[in-house]
């Protein structure tokens, strides 16, 4: 990729860990895998390995071939709808401490949501594999959606793996995905969540690797899963730096995502690791509020672990047991997190903080009401990370007027059309004798 | 690496084991139990019957919130001790209570999570101390064991690694370099439970095993009754059985465990050719 060379403007002068590393040469945008830092690797059945390793090779090659390349840019452009705009959010700004606010409408890809990127770019290496048929897990839908998205598109079979209390909640997604032909098989062992129906995905393709490809849906898992996912996903952070530049002239001095698994975060991330004037921040689901145990803030407050072929931060009890994680938003509700971020994290580049369902919210409703874009409540998070991130730099800025010089770059990973009964609950919008009442009160999408 | 030599190479429990059942001109038998299921004192008295019975060695396996290579069987079992309250301290309990009563090598078979998050250490010298003979890693191949190596060769454990149909020649022959005591040969590309027939594939990863040098491999995965045993047996150094045997004790409790055992070791003889 070309990097735009501009003048940054200095952001403090830290002289963290981070600014040595930068200024040692080193790139963290060079991160190939299979470690990061001492997170990573592989905790792998050995019956897998020979397929990671065939994955792990296709991909490697696919990336050196320009036929390749240039397949993936085409579906960008003309499937998905890259590039996604970068919308200034001026009246939601106001409630942000002044500053400028842009947002990366990962929203208006095709599908709704980032996800998009990531199983078309996968769907290709597995025809390329001389794969016949795709699984997937997935906690509410979308990346299961996705998944057979890219499945009808290129005529592959698919299997996605759904938790059995999912599938009654998300009925309608599990429609969708059988209307695009996949088949969904609901998971009732376990806790019957997303964790579970990665379980069973990862059984299925030890039975059938010879003919399958497990199409995971977020930056984590064994190598190459995190480092691959994560290039599928670069295309938001390159997007992103070239519109505020265009649109700006400069750098922002903070980029908001989501974290649950992390892969919206991962991919726009990357276009801003190696800017040491931008703070990068992830937003985790802070649930119920940290202190009460029911959240999904993995890094706040997670131990490092091994678990679905990584090591990275993991919610864990006393005796490595996997805990379950709680979040309004389903897309963020996962106990691990993708290695990179552990490491990210350690190296203090990039700050994990825990959003509360409360917060987040909120901050879905100031969206709506301000700019007439519904948010998915995953991206939600990001949003209401992004209004404390510019509080606190306008407070840095200090005298009135200042603030406005300040730009905050958030990642609007997904539409909120799939959350709207959830919101509607929420916001206590339902008519008590409605049917969408009775539907919304199992969290079932209207 | 700074390690200490406590066991003289060929000391290994699980080998010593497998070599007197070879003695006897037989393969050995190798039984698996879930610890805590359907308690922690089942599991001991089952595995005392295990070996009472005719297995030769044992496996302890420790419940897990999220075990990707078992089926459903070993699912629900290992599910229920968790909601009993089974914690992963109580297996050094349960080896402690078999290997005092029986001869029987006592191997656990974890996921390594748990490992890591006692400390890898801690765990191997807990377990050494109780007369565990070592441990089967399903999820732990040897690239990213060097902490278990370290550990296992201080406290004189046995590192019994999986080598799949899948496995080329290059990983078998690292799996085969960095194992001891013996090498467990998955026998079919999927995950635990009773199955009809033994895959062919079994026979082949044996002799890929062999080829790479491996002196004790011993087979498993879809093994339930006395024909698949004798099956094996004619190939391998030992024959691995867990899911007939978790609904053995399931159905029946000890003496189910103890009347299947029985039967299965009808078919660890080998027939002259």
Redesign the interface.
Known sequence: MVRLMVDAPAAGSDESAVDAFLQGGESLRHAPGPYFGSYG???????????L?ELEDTFEKAKADPEFTAQIAELNKNYSGRPSLLTEAKRFAEHAGGVRIFLKREDLNHTGSHKINNVLGQALLAKRMGKTRVIAETGAGQHGVASATAAALMGLECVVYMGAEDCRRQALNVARMELLGATVIPVT???QTL??AI?EA??DW?????TTHYLLGTAAGAHPFPAMVRYFHEVIGEEARAQILEQTGRLPDAVCACIGGGSNAIGIFHGFLDDPSVKIYGFEAGGEGVETGRHAATITLG??????GARSY?M?D?????IESHSISAGLDYPGVGPEHSYLADIGRVSYEPITDSEAMDAFRLLCRTEGIIPAIESAHALAGAIKVGQRLAAEAGAAGKAADKIVLVNLSGRGDKDVATAAEWFDLLDKDSPEHEIAKEGEQL | MNHVELTPQGASKSAAAIDRAKAQGRAALIGYLPAGYPSVEATIAAGIALAENGADLIEIGIPYSDPVMDGLVIQAATTEALAKGFHVKQVFDVVRGITSKTDAAVLVMTYWNPVVRMGVDEFSRQLADAGGAGLITPDLIPDEASEWMAASDKYGLDRVFLVAPSSSPERMKRTVEASRGFVYAVSIMGVTGARTSVSSAAKDVVAAARAAGAEHVCVGLGVSNAEQVREIAAYADGVIVGTALVVAIGDGGVDAVASLTKDLSTGLTREEA
Do not use: C, F, Y
Not at chain 1, 41 to 51: D, N, Q, V, Y
């Open positions: 690797g592989r905790w792998m059945p050995e019956s897998l390995i020979a397929a390793d062992n376990g806790s964790k579970d379980n990862l059984r030890v039975a059938n690797v010879d131990k490092p672990g091994v678990l679905h993991l864990q006393d005796d490595g047991q996997t």
